[in-house]
């Protein structure tokens, strides 16, 4: 459920420049990305952050 609800955030935040510019203010920061997914209506744990950040970065 996490998992999809990140997905979700992330899509939505690909064409919200007013997202992309809060997720740029936390940099690396996972629990300030989950604060801004939660304020937008996601909710998903920086532990799944971190799982789906090195599933994608080893897909490239």
């Given at each position: 459920m996490s998992k999809h609800q990140l997905e979700l955030f992330m899509?939505?935040?690909k064409g919200n420049t007013t997202m992309?510019?809060?997720l740029d203010r936390c940099g690396?920061?996972?629990?300030?990305v989950v604060a801004v997914a939660r304020k937008h209506g996601h909710k998903f744990s920086p532990a799944t952050l971190t799982r789906w950040q090195h599933d994608h970065h080893s897909e490239g």
């Open positions: 899509a939505k935040a992309q510019r809060e690396s920061n996972n629990s300030c």
